[in-house]
């Protein structure tokens, strides 16, 4: 895992040693969450936190430092570095790989307000509109850079945006709210880089490029927080807009409210149709990636780590292309299990990174995942089912790069309060975390050195990426990769088909306009298709070598070679359980494999066709003739009847009694004693949460989601047997008495 592995490829395997890797993956594909250092460094403290960590294979992480850090440690600080030094030895010593994020809290780029602490004249600025009324006051305190006939100006100036900072009293609207940097600036981007790379470097480069794999920078933004009524600027733009084309006059519709008239005007002119604001946008976007993205990527390249984080915006194309691992962050539940996750603007964001990074060679591609997806607005209202959703959401598209949103240093007193919900070691699935690491190392294993079978590529530009319009491909299962119009320009026809980076397309969908199809013309034309519904009409052309019984919407497929393995992953997004017959035509002897449970087995009527069983928030592999790379391999396969899938789980819900009830947990037992039949005994329960299953006292399984379903067979013995279930509620309910209800028949 370290830098330079996120960026080669690694050497060809066999199918046999691929079936092996997929069972047990290398810790390269670990999960690597957010841990909020968020409270004062105690070494003990922080040893046996990573300790536990590696036991529940995360064997990484991205050292993020929150609100909650004392007063006596500040950013940056000697004291601060003794506490990272040591935390990234430990990290060394566990065989652990570290992230180290470049702020004090977020956004990016202002070093925890030291950049302006060292010069206050590198302190955000904007631009902003004021009428005739207001416009005295700014008057003498700021450059006006335009003047009007109705009295109105725009002026420029600080905006006194501010970050997060990670002591209390620094959080938004505070007092102590570090001032953002103008990241614009290339002297104050200098100072930042300076002030924070330079200074991990000097306290850390033995650890560069081994333990220490990657600097991540996340959503920086030139205005800083809280600034208001300011847009972006920084000295010098004026030359460089009108020297465009622009006229600086024209800024006005910036802030005019679009088809209403203001201060007497009827001209307004919209502003997404005003040359002058297009070309501010792609100006300040321009600088942006030219004047920060683009100097810390060369840092971290010159200093033997990768480059990863985030944008702002889920459809930030251009500022993608210099991260070594894209990125983007699943926030806010602004995509949703609820709402299907297909037609929301956010719904680009993992697919797009994953397929930008196919198109640029890049192994990995990550998302900073969960924070702040809660349920009805309640902060630790987080489910794992919700989680399991959203693992499957995110590899289903590609990613294969998971860093959780967040596990928690400390969550005494204010701390719990900070962006939660903690989902690792302060959740109730913690103690069985090695089961999620274990699942999210399988799908990242799997989506990394493979390539997909899209036949379509979407074409797309910086934020402007269809989502909506092309909702009913992933309902109808025909694949599609998201192709940036910057990279089409490098793309040759070969053998057919359009072709980079080792994809081929037979149809290229634009639906951004003309100007696109004209712009591509010449070269690709015959590719070239603007309706989706042509591509729908002729489905099975786009499948990939798949044919479904049943046509299923919520049904996800993805065709897969990797290192010349052939395989087709399949995931279940909807609510209902999908069962239907699937054929593969041409492929023979599939392999099949419970990515959760990591076991393969075949069934009795396998060939060709198959049934697909998928219970909600399910994923299955099928590696077409792999059943005898398995069994050569030495992998045990089990062999399941042809009607595996109908084996009933009779349920038990009302079989059981409470027996025992304390804080946030019930325990249940079966009435009656139960007696060993034939071995293949199961059973079913509805329920909320976290169900434990034990059986004469050893432990079976736990259930987070889903239909919780039990195999007691194996623990059973002749005569009488005890079984028990212990049913935790959400974690809501221990941090704010959320009195969300759970236990049997929930």
């Known amino acids: 895992m370290d830098g330079k592995k996120y960026i080669e490829m690694e050497s060809y ?44 294979g995360v064997n990484g992480f991205v050292l993020h430092p929150r609100i909650g850090v004392p007063e006596d440690m500040p950013y940056l600080s000697e004291r601060y570095f003794e506490a990272v030094r040591f935390i990234v030895k430990t990290a060394d010593e566990l065989g652990m790989k570290v992230v180290l994020y470049d702020e004090g809290m977020y956004p990016s780029g202002s070093a925890h307000g030291k950049v302006v602490e060292k010069n206050p004249e590198f302190a955000s600025k904007g631009i902003h509109f004021l009428t005739a009324e207001n416009a005295d006051a700014v008057e003498g305190k700021e450059q006006i850079i335009a003047r009007f006939e109705d009295g109105a100006v725009i002026a420029y100036g600080f905006t006194g945006g501010t970050i997060r900072g990670i002591h209390f009293g620094e959080d ?214 919700d989680m399991k959703w959203y693992i499957d959401w995110l590899g289903l598209r590609g990613v294969n790069f998971y860093i959780p949103h967040a596990f928690y240093y400390s969550v005494t007193g204010e701390r719990k309060g900070e962006r939660p919900p903690d989902v690792g070691p302060n959740n109730i699935w913690w103690a069985h975390y090695r089961s999620i690491s274990d699942y999210i190392k399988r799908l990242s294993c799997l989506m990394t050195d493979s390539v997909n079978g899209a036949q379509v590529a979407v074409l797309c530009d910086n934020n402007r990426v269809p989502y909506e319009e092309i909702a009913c491909l992933y309902e109808n299962q025909v694949e599609f990769n998201y192709l940036p119009a910057a990279l089409l320009e490098k793309a040759e026809v070969k053998d057919g088909k359009v072709q980079i980076e080792g994809l081929a397309y037979s149809c290229v969908l634009n639906l951004l306009g003309e100007d696109y199809n004209r712009r591509f013309a010449d070269r690709f034309g015959a590719f070239l298709c603007d309706d989706v ?148 005994e199961c059973f079913a329960v509805k329920a909320c949460e976290l169900v434990e299953c034990y059986c004469n006292g050893e432990f079976v399984d736990f259930s987070l989601w889903g239909q919780h379903r039990f195999e007691i067979g194996t623990f059973l013995k002749p005569g009488e047997n005890e079984i028990r279930l212990v049913v935790t509620g959400n974690a809501a309910n221990k941090y704010e008495n959320a009195g969300i209800a759970f236990g049997l028949g929930e």
């Open 533 to 680: 519904e042509k591509i729908l009409a002729d489905t099975a052309s786009f499948r990939a070598d798949f044919e479904i019984e049943k046509e299923s919407k919520n049904l996800r497929k993805i065709h897969l070679v990797k290192q010349g393995t052939e395989m087709f992953l399949f995931g279940n997004e909807g609510k209902d359980t999908i069962c239907s017959r699937v054929t593969l035509p041409g492929k023979k002897a599939p392999l099949f494999f419970d990515l959760w449970k990591g076991c393969f087995y075949t069934t009795e009527d396998a060939g060709e066709s198959f049934t697909l069983h998928l219970e909600p928030s399910e994923t299955l592999l099928v590696i077409p003739e792999g059943a005898e790379e398995a069994k050569a391999a030495g992998i045990p396969v089990q062999s399941r009847r042809a009607d595996w899938f109908r084996k009933e789980y009779p349920d038990w819900t009302e079989r059981f009694k409470p027996v025992e009830e304390k804080e946030n947990q019930k325990v249940y037992v079966l009435e009656e004693n139960f007696p060993f039949v034939s071995g293949e």
């Open 172 to 385: 938004d609207g505070e007092a102590g709210a570090p001032k953002s940097a103008d990241i614009l600036n290339p002297e104050a981007v200098d100072e930042f880089i300076h002030l924070t790379h330079d200074a991990y470097y000097e306290h850390l480069k033995e650890y560069f490029g081994n333990t220490v794999i990657a600097f991540f920078t996340d959503e920086p933004c030139a205005l800083g927080r809280n600034a208001g009524r300011y847009r972006e600027w920084t000295p010098g733009l004026e030359k460089e807009l009108e020297a465009a084309g622009g006229e600086i006059k024209e800024l006005r519709a910036l802030f005019e409210a679009t088809g209403k008239k203001i201060a007497g005007r009827e001209d307004i002119v919209k502003a997404e149709e005003n040359k002058t604001v297009v070309l501010y946008h792609q100006l300040i976007k321009k600088k942006l990636r030219e004047v920060f993205y683009a100097r810390l990527s060369a840092w971290c390249e010159k200093h033997g780590i990768s480059f990863v984080g985030h944008p702002a915006e889920s459809d930030d194309i251009e500022e993608e292309l210099y991260f070594h691992i894209p990125g983007q962050d699943l926030i806010m539940r602004r995509v949703a299990p609820e709402t299907g996750g297909l037609r929301e603007f956010d719904s680009v964001q993992a697919k797009l990174t994953a397929d930008l990074a196919r198109h640029l060679g890049r192994r990995r591609n990550a998302n900073e995942c969960f924070g702040v997806c809660n349920r009805q607005n309640i902060p630790w209202y987080f489910t794992g089912e």
């Open 13 to 56: 395997m066999s199918t046999q040693e691929l079936i092996r890797e997929l069972q047990a993956p290398g810790t390269e594909f670990s999960p690597v969450p957010f841990w909020f250092f968020n409270d004062a460094f105690e070494e003990e403290r922080v040893r046996k936190q990573l300790e536990d960590y590696v036991e529940k």
